[in-house]
């Protein structure tokens, strides 16, 4: 069965970087696009990116203005995704999710990121 | 991308039917057959309970249907039981090659 299981919580400061990353199971990595969903406290679910974990291609939402980037490492069959120069607006719940088709049909279980002075 | 536009809540009885509404553009819900919809329970990820307008994946109660007309999706859910209270989001491609949510909406069983 496909799970994707993520990192941890992070708190981090205002101004500073988090990697998250995401480590799928039950596939073959690279024959599957993931992306990265979040969800701040309260608020509905914002898409972030995907990647084409097969040959590294991405694509981002432009809400993002640069700050993402979303890589893998095919050899750890993992993804990553880092978010710079975060601000209090950037708390939320990071989720991972395999796309397919155009769905999201598995789901990390989500990383929890606080940005706190 | 501006978010797709749900009702922030319905509502309903057990057994009855509720129907919960997704708009958007002709750059995404109507411009394509890929809109999905989601479950989430409090505190959990969400799960696929639509895709591609009217499928449902494996494993999903077929109380759950969907379809589209134009710009705007709608999911219905029939015979409500308690278990379907929770918040769903619709979801769609977009001629930019990106993906859009909605608001979410949040169904109360009464």
């Known amino acids: 069965q496909v799970h994707l299981v993520q990192s941890g919580a992070e708190v981090k400061k205002p101004g500073a970087s988090v990697r998250v990353s995401c480590k799928p199971s039950?596939?073959?990595?690279?024959?599957?696009?993931l992306h990265w969903v979040r969800q701040a406290p309260g608020q509905r679910l914002e898409w972030m990116g995907w990647?084409?974990?097969?040959?590294?291609?991405?694509k981002y939402s432009h809400n993002f203005r640069g700050r993402v980037t979303i890589t893998r490492d095919t050899s750890a069959s993992t993804a990553y995704m880092e978010l710079r120069s975060l601000t209090s607006e950037d708390t939320a719940v990071y989720y991972c999710?395999?796309?397919?088709?155009?769905?999201?049909?598995?789901w990390g279980q989500g990383t929890l990121v606080t940005v706190s002075s | 991308q501006s978010a797709l536009t749900q009702p922030a809540s319905v509502s309903g009885s057990p057994g009855q039917s509720i129907t919960i509404s997704c708009t958007g553009t002709?750059?995404?819900?109507?411009?394509?057959?890929?809109v999905s919809w989601y479950q989430q329970h409090p505190g959990k990820a969400p799960k696929l309970m639509i895709y591609?307008?009217?499928k449902r994946p494996s494993g999903v109660s077929n109380r759950f249907s969907a379809s589209k007309s134009g710009n705007t999706a709608s999911l219905t859910i029939s015979g409500l039981q308690a278990a379907d209270e929770a918040d769903y989001y619709c979801?769609?491609?977009?001629?930019?090659?990106?993906?859009?949510f909605g608001g979410g909406t949040r169904l109360t069983v009464l």
């Open positions: 999710a395999r796309l397919s088709g155009y769905s999201h049909d598995f």
């Open positions: 039950g596939y073959t990595f690279i024959n599957r696009h």
């Open positions: 979801s769609s491609y977009t001629s930019s090659s990106t993906w859009v």
């Open positions: 990647l084409n974990a097969g040959n590294g291609d991405t």
């Open positions: 591609d307008v009217n």
């Open positions: 002709y750059s995404d819900v109507g411009g394509y057959n890929y």
